[in-house]
């Protein structure tokens, strides 16, 4: 199994970036899909998930500003960055497991993950 995710890139405050995710050999569909980030000396981080019941959730800090999709048909899923911020900088990941709502914010819930990829927003 593996997950890919693109995209990455360096950009100013206020940018838009678009993250892809795609995964082989697993199928999307039944797993809850997310995205996390760790920046340098800090600890991984939730993002945002859509799970595979429909519903999508998110961070504080990113509501209003990040939109996280899935097309299962692709087995891709995406994270729609805007209005990006300095603090938005980190290494990105993308995860898949199959976590119940209690544990969708803990990295250890997921079972696959992705290399990562590095997003680095100036002011």
């Known amino acids: 199994v593996q997950l890919v995710e693109s995209g990455g890139g360096a950009v100013q405050a206020g940018s838009s970036l678009r993250l892809s995710c795609t995964a082989s050999?697993?199928?999307?569909?039944?797993?809850?899909v997310a995205w996390f980030r760790q920046a340098p000396g800090k600890e991984r981080e939730f993002v945002a998930a859509?799970?595979?019941?429909?519903?999508?959730h998110y961070e504080d800090s990113v509501k209003g500003r990040f939109a996280i999709s899935r097309d299962n048909a692709k087995n891709t899923a995406y994270l729609q960055m805007n209005s990006l911020k300095p603090e938005d900088t980190a290494v990105y990941y993308c995860?898949?497991?199959?976590?119940?709502?209690?544990?969708?914010?803990?990295?250890?819930?997921?079972?696959?993950w992705g290399q990562g990829t590095q997003i680095t927003v100036s002011s």
């Open positions: 995860a898949a497991g199959r976590s119940i709502l209690s544990t969708m914010m803990t990295p250890s819930a997921y079972g696959y």
């Open positions: 050999e697993l199928t999307f569909r039944g797993y809850t």
């Open positions: 859509f799970r595979a019941t429909g519903t999508t």
